[in-house]
Nanobody, 125 residues
């Protein structure tokens, strides 16, 4: 089992940057692949970024590629999402998820068994 707590969200203007953190507690955090998803009002939860257990491979949604960077520090049991050049369409609640293995479906929320409570990101124009 793993417990996840997101932080770092806030209200910023377009073009600004934010860094989200997801602190984990539980057994063998380093064994879990991690993902960031987001959900805007009235919309489905969508994939943002994912990272393998060892940080060797990262994946990004096309909408954030080149602007967002996912990373992890297993010694601190924390995964990060650095968000640059934020746009109003990035406004959403951001969630981190953990999975023992996603196979080929890192972009599917159904593959993640553990979720944090989310942190709000609001980008104004």
């Amino acid at each position: 089992q793993v417990l996840l707590v997101e932080s770092g969200g806030g209200l910023v203007q377009a073009g600004a940057s934010l860094r989200l953190s997801c602190a984990a507690s539980g057994r063998t955090f380093s064994s879990y692949a991690m993902g960031w998803f987001r959900q805007a009002p009235g919309k489905e939860r969508e994939f943002v970024a994912a990272i393998t257990w060892d940080g060797a491979i990262t994946y990004y949604a096309d909408s954030v590629k080149g602007r967002f960077t996912i990373s992890r520090d297993n010694a601190k049991a924390t995964v990060y999402l650095q968000m640059n050049s934020l746009k109003p369409e990035d406004t959403a609640v951001y969630y981190c998820g953990a999975t023992r293995g996603w196979g080929s479906y890192y972009y599917r929320s159904q593959e993640y068994g553990y979720w944090g409570q989310g942190t709000q990101v609001t980008v104004s124009s």
